[in-house]
């Protein structure tokens, strides 16, 4: 089967799994999900289903990436965060929909290889920041929307605080961080008024705090420190 036949057949299952929205699914026959996972994964790019990319991380299944899309509600007027950039790819789709997408990931190997992609693809909207996404983009803040594509214990506060109070909404996973008990929850801020709904479960891997230890630079430093 061609790339192009698999692909309209990935866009017809998501509209039946629920994906109704039309410019999300839109976006989605758009974005070329194969630039976005590994060469050994090309024949698989558009089977609904999430695949390993480095560092250990996962791009996740079309279908979730289609359902907390649609529930973000987004208009080509709205700034929006994503926390957990991975491949690019949901970043990819979110610049599609929104004015702007800023997207944190804390690895920066992935962040260079997403960032690449982007230039492919000819999308110019999207903000990069290599850092921990669970304190957010304070001096970008407030967001319109918040996407955190990993799941949290809690709604991290920080993200709370830096989304909009005139209708901000925030989609996470939430749940444990083995996978087992997750749910995606949509949260909608107006004034100091939050209302929460929990949506569908899921499987994501987990937000982690910090950064991940640069081993090269620790060993540089000692190196430098014996040396002197
Ligand atoms: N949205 C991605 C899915 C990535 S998987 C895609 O479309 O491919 C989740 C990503 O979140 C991983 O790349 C992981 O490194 C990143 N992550 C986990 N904790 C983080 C944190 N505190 N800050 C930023 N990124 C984080």
């Known amino acids: 089967m061609s790339t192009e036949s698999r692909k ?3 866009v ?4 039946n799994a629920g994906v109704t929205d039309t410019r999300v699914l839109a976006a989605m026959e758009r974005i070329p ?8 994964f090309h024949d698989q790019a558009y089977a609904n289903q999430a695949l390993p990319i480095s560092c250990g991380q996962t791009i996740s299944q079309p279908l979730v990436v289609g359902l907390m899309t649609q529930a973000l509600e987004i208009t080509d007027r709205h700034k929006i965060l994503e926390v957990g950039t991975g491949s690019g790819y949901q970043a990819a789709i979110l610049s599609k929909l929104a004015r702007r997408v800023y997207t944190i990931e804390r690895h920066r190997d992935l962040m260079q290889v997403a960032e690449r992609r982007f230039k492919e693809c000819n999308l110019h909207n999207i903000t990069t920041l290599v850092g921990d996404g669970y304190k957010g983009w304070p001096a970008q803040a407030p967001f319109d929307r918040i996407l955190v594509t990993a799941a949290a214990r809690l709604v991290p506060p920080e993200l709370v605080a830096q989304l ?4 901000g ?9 083995g996978g087992l008990h997750q ?3 949509r ?3 107006e004034g100091t008024q939050f209302q929460s709904e929990r949506l569908f479960p899921v499987r994501f891997v987990p937000l982690v705090q910090g950064l991940p230890q640069d081993h090269s630079a620790a060993r540089r430093a000692a190196r430098e420190r014996e040396e002197s």
Request: proline residues 3%; without cysteine; hydrophobic residues 45%.
């Open 8 to 10: 309209i057949r990935l």
């Open 12 to 15: 017809m299952d998501l509209r």
């Open 33 to 40: 999900r194969e630039k976005f996972v590994e060469e050994a």
């Open 164 to 167: 909009s109070d005139e209708g």
């Open 169 to 177: 909404i925030m989609v996470l996973p939430v749940g444990d961080v």
């Open 183 to 185: 749910e995606v929850i």
């Open 187 to 189: 949260v909608r801020k």
